[in-house]
């Protein structure tokens, strides 16, 4: 079994930045595209950014980009989102999980896997 453990949370002020990481246990095929995805008090999850292991997709939701940035350590047992500029709507919970394959990926979370106990970020005004 994969696990993923997120950590790198916290709470900081409007423009603030934040790196969160995910560990992840092991690399497989099942867990070869990564993403972070979050969720804020009484709303659906929403998809952040996506990124291949073995390497050449990555991925952005429109509301993060140029803001975000995701990569992985050279071994690929780290997965870090770097977040600058922050802002309060960013504040939510912020979760990693794996799904096979990266393309065609559009912010959608049901079919990823290994979803760990998440990190919480919050940003205030």
């Known amino acids: 079994q994969v696990q993923f453990v997120e950590s790198g949370g916290g709470s900081v002020q409007t423009g603030g930045s934040l790196r969160l990481s995910c560990a992840i246990s092991?690399?497989?095929?099942?867990?070869?595209?990564v993403g972070w995805f979050r969720q804020a008090l009484g709303k659906e999850r929403e998809g952040v950014a996506v990124l291949s292991r073995s390497g050449g997709t990555i991925l952005y939701a429109d509301s993060v980009k140029g803001r975000f940035a995701i990569s992985q350590e050279s071994d690929r047992s780290i997965v870090y989102l770097q977040m600058n500029s922050l802002k309060p709507e960013d504040t939510a919970m912020y979760y990693c999980a794996a799904r096979t394959f990266c393309a065609h990926w559009r912010g959608e979370s049901h079919d990823f896997n290994y979803w760990g106990q998440g990190t919480q970020v919050t940003v205030s005004s």
């Open positions: 092991r690399y497989t095929s099942a867990s070869n595209c």
